[in-house]
């Protein structure tokens, strides 16, 4: 009897080791806060997993930029499947490493401030770049980038790298937009604000939160995080009529992924109506579809300003002379 348990045990063993073998891991880079506790990822794994018998997971770094520098260093033995949280500003360069695949994925239903189509990257949300700042301490507020290069010295604010960082990198396309060829001016006159530059947003959003400055660059929507899961409504963004830089994030497929069909799967999720009511308030961001449950109340008193948005092949073209030419301007 004994040795009759003992088998059964040892074959139900085996087919519970079996079937978890089968199961297979689609693994997700992307950046730190989408990879939070507190960031998308667990309702996306757990909403992904149920409908697909799979195990997602997720490998962080600081920022987009630096997961696809991780895969570039990698090259095709990357175990990473899909890169999450490129830009349109950034899929350029991403695309011409020609480690990413053409997906599949309907984009027909999708809702954007201004359009995109490409053949290998999928939109999932977007925001508009922006100054946050805290109306209990910073009451004397810049309304445009001039203004804000004029405001006192003492008046400090962070921003983050545009070698490592999309926020970074949208502020400089931000400034060539409005300046042009004056661009290096304005960097020499905005250099003096500037406490600190950092490599990714979350680095720069905890300085902020610290008090270590008057202001922040991130996103018109960051208030909202403020809004609903910390009861504070003093977080505001600095709003500029002429225009803010916008954001629109996307998702790819790996051409060495070893679930191409798996990593489709998920490519079609993150244009879902489960993925677009999980990112308001996880990634504060806005969806790019609507839902029933549409956006919390807590969206509905930000500001929504006029997007600036510069072609993707433009930016992969100038984008490493513009910052040499950044580098050039804040240098003391």
């Known amino acids: 009897m004994k040795k009759t348990l003992t088998l059964i045990a040892a074959t139900l063993l085996a087919s519970m080791t079996l079937h978890a073998a089968d199961k297979p891991t689609l693994t997700v880079y992307t950046y730190d806060s989408f990879a939070a506790d507190w960031g998308p990822a667990p309702k996306v794994k757990a909403a992904f997993e149920k409908e697909n018998n799979c195990t997602l997971y997720f490998v962080p770094s600081s920022s ?44 027909s ?20 770049f922006a100054f946050v700042y805290d109306s209990n301490k910073t009451h004397k507020v810049p309304t445009s980038l001039e203004e804000l290069a004029n405001m006192p010295k003492s008046f ?12 970074g990198l949208g502020l400089l396309l931000w400034i060539k937009a409005q300046y042009g060829d004056k661009a290096a001016d304005y960097w020499k006159r905005l250099a003096p604000h500037i406490l600190t530059i950092t490599k990714g947003w979350s680095e720069a959003y905890n300085l ?4 270590e400055a ?32 916008g954001q629109i994030e996307l998702g790819a497929a790996l051409t060495s992924s070893t679930h191409p069909k798996l990593a489709q799967k998920f490519l079609d999720f993150i244009t879902s109506e489960t993925f677009a009511d999980i990112i308001p308030t996880t990634n504060w961001t806005y969806p790019v579809r609507k839902t029933a449950q549409g956006l919390p109340d807590g969206f509905k008193s930000l500001y929504v300003p006029k997007m600036i948005l510069m072609d993707g092949a433009t930016v992969q073209k100038n984008r490493k002379a513009w910052i040499d030419e950044w580098l050039g301007a804040i240098a003391k």
């Open 64 to 107: 987009a930029i630096g997961s696809l520098r991780k895969i570039q260093l990698e090259g095709k033995s990357t175990q990473a499947d899909v890169l999450l949280g490129l830009d349109t500003s950034t899929a350029d360069m991403a695309k011409a490493t020609g480690l990413f695949a053409p997906h599949h994925t309907d984009t």
């Open 156 to 167: 400090k604010i962070v921003i983050e790298d545009p070698r490592s960082s999309t926020p």
């Open 208 to 211: 902020f939160l610290k008090g």
């Open 109 to 128: 239903k999708l809702t954007l401030p201004a359009p995109y189509k490409d053949d290998t990257f999928v939109p999932y949300d977007y925001s508009y």
């Open 214 to 245: 008057d202001m922040v660059l991130s996103y018109t929507t960051s208030p909202a995080y403020h809004i609903i899961a910390e009861k504070k409504f003093q977080y505001k963004t600095a709003n500029f009529p002429k225009g803010h830089y």
